[in-house]
């Protein structure tokens, strides 16, 4: 898996699998939830298109920030603070890879105002019988693939987070239960401290 796929996966996040609710959320709803998230911690479960699976911890502090850990024997790292996402690859003397944050679809859910009825980059919303579904894609870098994020109702939870890049290789992304509204300490979202801490 490359490192901009990292990215783009360690983005994706999930709650476990909830009982079928027959409900579609509205886009503003999920705005209104998107909007609503403050910080946000808990685990995840990364499967890549070729099957490997990772395991490892996702922060969020909206707006703009938000870090994955992953757990040994995964040497990796990403985080998104200060308009700027960085992969630190483990397999990789060089420095962490960047990007600016609105070009990966972290900038989906860490936007200040999420209004995705507005969004240009929402390119389907359904329902799947289990979950309220909304497919996104960049109009304006449509290389980096696309996103499709799985919503459940009653209350709305996040429950799962699909990357299909551009070679149609898919990744999954499953969290375990949010821990909603904890202090999370602002170094967690610096790159600058976590390049001095990975050169230690």
Do not use: C
């Amino acid at each position: 898996m490359t490192p901009f796929r990292m990215t783009i996966a360690a983005a994706a996040v999930a709650l476990s699998a909830a009982p079928a609710m027959a409900e579609k959320l509205s886009l503003n709803a999920i705005s209104q939830y998107l909007n609503g998230l403050d910080t946000a911690k808990a685990s995840f479960t990364q499967i890549n298109d070729d099957g490997t699976i990772s395991t490892g911890t996702i922060y969020l502090k909206r707006p703009g920030r938000a870090r994955f850990e992953y757990n040994p024997p995964t040497d990796a790292l990403v985080v998104a603070g200060g308009s700027q996402v960085a992969i630190f690859d483990g397999k990789s003397n060089a420095g962490p890879q960047q990007y600016p944050l609105n070009r990966t679809p972290l900038n989906l859910i860490l936007a200040r105002n999420v209004n995705l009825n507005q969004a240009k980059t929402v390119i389907g919303h359904g329902y799947d019988g289990t979950a309220t579904t909304v497919l996104a894609q960049d109009p304006q870098n449509p290389e980096i693939g696309t996103i499709e994020l799985k919503f459940t109702a009653n209350p709305t939870e996040l429950r799962q987070w699909i990357i299909t890049d551009n070679a149609g290789s898919k990744t999954t992304v499953l969290l375990g239960e949010l821990t909603k509204g904890a202090p999370l300490r602002s170094s967690l979202f610096s790159i600058t401290a976590a390049i001095q801490q990975r050169a230690r």
